[in-house]
C-alpha cells in the first residue's frame, strides 16, 4: 500500500442473525457505510479481533472474507484476515482470499499455539513459510493479548521480511510508535499504521495512517481530512473525542460498544457472538447522550 498521504484501514464489524449465522443484508449495508460514509482507503475482511472471526468455523471465515469482498466489488482494495497459529492454515485463507480477488493479507503474530510467548525465531520462521507460500503483500498485524507482545527490535526484524510491507499496530505506547515510525516507516522497510487513541499524533510524526472499526472510523476520516487541510484545531478536537470514546465502555468490550453506536446511527450490526452480551440499558444510554455530541451525529437515526 503506497501510503504517501494518510490512510484509513477499516474492519466492517461482523453482523450475526439469531442463528449466529453471518447476516449478509446487514453486512453489505456496514459494507458500504465503510466505502461511502467513512471513505475508507483499504478494507478489512475478518482480521481483526473486533470483527469476531475467532468465532468462526474455517468455512465461514472463507465465507466472511469472499462476501466482503464481494460487497465491496472493486470500490477499495479488500485486505484479508488469514490469521491462525498454524502456518498451513494461515496458507490456506491467503490461497482462498486470493482467489475471491483480496489485494493482500493481514496476519497477527501468533502466540505458540502450546502456550508462551514466541520468541523471534519463532516468528521470522512463522511469517517466512507464509511469505513463501503465497504472492500477496502482507500487513504484520500487532496486538498483545490476543496474539504476542512482540519487541521493537523483533518488529523491525520482520519488517526486514520481502513478503511484509505493512505494519498495525495495536499498543497506545507513544515510545514505541514514535520509534517505530522512524525505524520502519521512514526508513523504507514498511508502512506503519496505528489506532485511535494515537491518530493525530501518528500522523504529525510521519506514520502512514490508522485502522480503526466504524463508526469510529467516521471520525477517523474527518481528522484526516482536517490534518490534510491544515486545520489542525479543528483535527485536535477531533482525536479529544477518542478520548472518551471507546474508553469509557470499554469494560464492556469493544465490539459491542460499536455495534450499540453503528446501530445508534441507523447501520445495525446485531449483537456480539454469544455468551457475549450487547451493551446493558444503562451503557447504551450514555453512549447514545455521547453520540449526540460527536461528529457522528449527522448521520440519519433509523430507530424509532
Keep these: 500500500m503506497s501510503a504517501s498521504v494518510p490512510q484509513l484501514i477499516v474492519p466492517p464489524l461482523t453482523p450475526f442473525n439469531q442463528q449466529q449465522q453471518i447476516d449478509s443484508a446487514l453486512l453489505s449495508r456496514q459494507v458500504d457505510y465503510v466505502v461511502e460514509n ?3 482507503t483499504v478494507v478489512i475482511a475478518a482480521g481483526v479481533e473486533a470483527q469476531e472471526y475467532s468465532c ?4 465461514e471465515r472463507k465465507f466472511l472474507i469472499s462476501r466482503t469482498i464481494e460487497l465491496v ?12 497459529p498454524s502456518f498451513k492454515v494461515a496458507i490456506e485463507l491467503a490461497k482462498h482470499a486470493s482467489h475471491a480477488g483480496a489485494s493482500g493479507l ?7 499455539p502450546f502456550g508462551g510467548a514466541p520468541n523471534e525465531q519463532d ?3 512463522y511469517f517466512s513459510r507464509i511469505i513463501s507460500a503465497i504472492d500477496l503483500p502482507v500487513m504484520l498485524y500487532l496486538n498483545a493479548g490476543p ?5 521493537i527490535e523483533t518488529t523491525i526484524k520482520l519488517a526486514q521480511l520481502d513478503g511484509i510491507h505493512s505494519i498495525k499496530e495495536s499498543s497506545r505506547d507513544l515510545s514505541r510508535v514514535s520509534r517505530l515510525i522512524m525505524q520502519i516507516d521512514k526508513a523504507g522497510l514498511a508502512s506503519y499504521y496505528t489506532t485511535m487513541q494515537m491518530l493525530l499524533i501518528t500522523l504529525e510524526l510521519g506514520g ?7 463508526p469510529a472510523a467516521e471520525i477517523g476520516r474527518k481528522l484526516i481530512d482536517a490534518w490534510l487541510q491544515g486545520d489542525l484545531q479543528r483535527a485536535r478536537m477531533l482525536q479529544q473525542q477518542f478520548s472518551l470514546f471507546p474508553g469509557l465502555w470499554m469494560k464492556h468490550g469493544l465490539t459491542p460498544v460499536m455495534k450499540a453506536a453503528l446501530d445508534y446511527l441507523g447501520v445495525p450490526a446485531g449483537d456480539p457472538y454469544p455468551p457475549y452480551a450487547a451493551l446493558n440499558l444503562q451503557a447504551r444510554t450514555t453512549l447514545e447522550q455521547f453520540l449526540q455530541t460527536s461528529d457522528l451525529t449527522h ?3 433509523k430507530h424509532a
Aim: with cysteine; glycine share 12%.
Design 56 to 59: 468462526l468455523t474455517l468455512e
Design 299 to 301: 448521520q440519519e437515526k
Design 147 to 151: 496474539g504476542a507482545d512482540v519487541s
Design 208 to 214: 502512514s495512517g490508522v485502522t480503526m472499526p466504524p
Design 123 to 125: 516468528l521470522l520462521g
Design 73 to 84: 466489488d472493486g470500490r477499495r482494495p479488500v485486505y484479508a484476515g488469514i490469521s491462525h
Design 106 to 112: 493481514q496476519i497477527l503474530a501468533p502466540l505458540r
Design 38 to 40: 467513512c471513505n475508507a
